[in-house]
């Protein structure tokens, strides 16, 4: 259990999140402009009339949008509601054309409903983190303060993209159930688990350096084994799983020393101020209430039947939890490299094509692909797949990699050739592994014959090693071995080197 050392005592924390992940999809939620959003593209050139508000303009739900947040909640074990609807969300910012954002009522059903994820806990053992919804929404603009000493600029080409926006539940009612995020640590997990789902199921990029993912994280703190939950304070588009962490425990910090010194917290919306590592006060915390939700009357209610959600099911692909217990039961890997073969849906595919349904396959490739794969990222093609030469570049294929591991399991090349010919291929040699290993003479000698010979003339040449050898100094074997190799340019199958030996040296 996390905890934090106070003046009074031991302090445990108590996060909620409020993730949001932008919907991968072509258009925008409730207009036809390019959801491609980019900040590379020209400012204001994809907006539609419906985006900017015009008068007389009325939004168009996008279907294909709600398909992929039903995918996203079936990935989240979560229930997914019949019947919801939208309503305005009133606030007045620049960055919101309309004056309000089309979002889905707190108070009432969204398209995705009560669900779970599972992540390790901090006690090492599995724990569910329990999500209360996940409500489509459309996303605002973007202001631009540095581009002018006096003057803001306003970007909209972002509104009206698709948010899908995902609440962790807190239960108010039964403090003691624990099935929130109570660390740092754990809250990082959680939302690797979210990225992981909506990258795997294509819902979105989730990626938090381009903005595709952004949390709210909801901090409070409470004595070691207290029944109630303290007032908690939002700090607000977190977009670094390194900043998140260390912006919880700062801001639990700080609400311990307002407690232990007998203040109060109020209920804030925070900044982080990365560089300081501080929090420091934004606004006073909205409630629902202050937003004024109403039904949007140009939208119908959000109609969704069983048909619907049985055919979004059927496309479901298997998902990184369940790929990595696939690699553990199936193929005997270890938690840590079945967890590296998941980090990206492409990785797994990749490893699932190289191994190509040969379970024996397994383990050599999973070694290959970790220790020496991925430290080129430049020399594989983990995407697309590509094959050959791209951009000048040698393009590793899944192919390639168990042709390579085959060959050694049938003994036709050794461990340290193997990685020759692997060297060859980053430098940029054309031809498979076999093509390479006949070209540069590499194939491994198994004839016992032609070893044995080489083993004779070493034993012959070194008689004082042989005599000191069969005197109980064993670790001699090893200058033995080596000396065979030397006579055979490294292509004398070792373990065949080693069996003779010991039978000749008695």
């Keep these: 259990m996390f905890t934090i ?7 445990e924390l108590v996060i909620g999140l409020e993730t949001h992940i932008e919907v991968l999809s072509k258009s925008k939620i409730f207009s036809g402009a390019s959801a491609d959003y980019n900040p590379s593209v020209a400012p204001n050139t994809q907006v539609s009339m ?19 947040a039903i995918k996203f909640g079936l990935g989240i074990n979560a229930e997914i509601s019949h019947k919801s609807r939208f309503a305005r969300k009133q606030y007045f910012y620049p960055d919101l054309p309309q004056g309000y954002q089309i979002s889905q009522p707190a108070e009432e059903p969204p398209v995705v409903g009560r669900g779970w994820v599972e992540i390790i806990g901090d006690d090492g053992n599995p724990k569910k983190i329990l999500i209360e919804r996940a409500h489509l929404e459309q996303d605002a603009g973007k202001l631009k303060h540095d581009a002018h000493p006096t003057k803001s600029f306003a970007d909209y080409n972002r509104t009206g993209v698709t948010l899908l926006e995902i609440v962790t539940f807190l239960d108010v009612k039964n403090p003691e159930n624990n099935s929130y995020i109570t660390s740092p640590d754990e809250a990082e997990k959680y939302l690797r688990q979210i990225r992981e789902i909506a990258r795997a199921l294509g819902v979105s990029k989730a990626n938090m350096e381009e903005g595709s993912m952004r949390a709210d994280v909801n901090v409070s703190v409470r004595p070691v084994g207290a029944k109630y939950f303290n007032e908690r304070c939002e700090i607000k588009n977190m977009v670094s799983f390194k900043f998140i962490k260390a912006a919880i425990e700062y801001e639990a910090r700080r609400q311990i020393e307002i407690l232990e010194n007998g203040g109060t917290i109020e209920r804030n919306t925070m900044r982080y101020h990365p560089d300081d590592n501080i929090t420091t006060v934004m606004r006073s915390k909205e409630d629902a209430l202050d937003y004024r939700y109403f039904p949007d009357p140009d939208l119908l209610p959000l109609i969704i039947d069983d048909e619907r959600i049985e055919r979004i099911r059927k496309t479901m692909p298997e998902l990184p939890a369940a790929t990595r217990t696939r690699y553990i039961e199936k193929f005997g890997l270890s938690e840590y490299d079945a967890t590296r073969l998941t980090e990206t849906v492409d990785i797994s595919h990749w490893f699932d094509a190289a191994v190509n349904g040969k379970a024996e396959r397994a383990k050599s490739i999973a070694n290959w692909m970790i220790s020496e794969l991925f430290a080129h990222p430049e020399n594989y093609d983990i995407e697309n797949q590509k094959s050959g030469i791209v951009d000048g570049m040698r393009i590793i294929t899944p192919t390639d990699l ?67 050898y069969r005197g109980g100094k064993v670790g001699l074997l090893g200058f033995f071995v080596g000396n065979v190799m030397k006579a055979t340019q490294g292509q004398a199958n070792p373990a065949v080197v080693n069996e003779l030996l010991r039978k000749k040296l008695g």
């Design 5 to 11: 050392k106070g003046k009074t005592g031991d302090w």
């Design 50 to 68: 419906v985006d900017a508000a015009m008068p007389g303009m009325l939004p168009v739900l996008n279907d294909y949008c709600v398909d992929q």
């Design 402 to 468: 168990s042709e390579l591991v085959d060959m050694i399991s049938a003994s036709e090349i050794n461990g340290k050739q193997a990685k020759e010919i692997f060297i060859k291929m980053l430098d940029g040699e054309s031809g498979t592994p076999h093509e390479i290993a006949d070209k540069f003479g590499m194939k491994q000698i198994t004839d016992t014959s032609a070893i044995e010979s080489a083993v004779d003339e070493v034993i012959k040449n070194n008689p004082a090693q042989v005599e000191q």
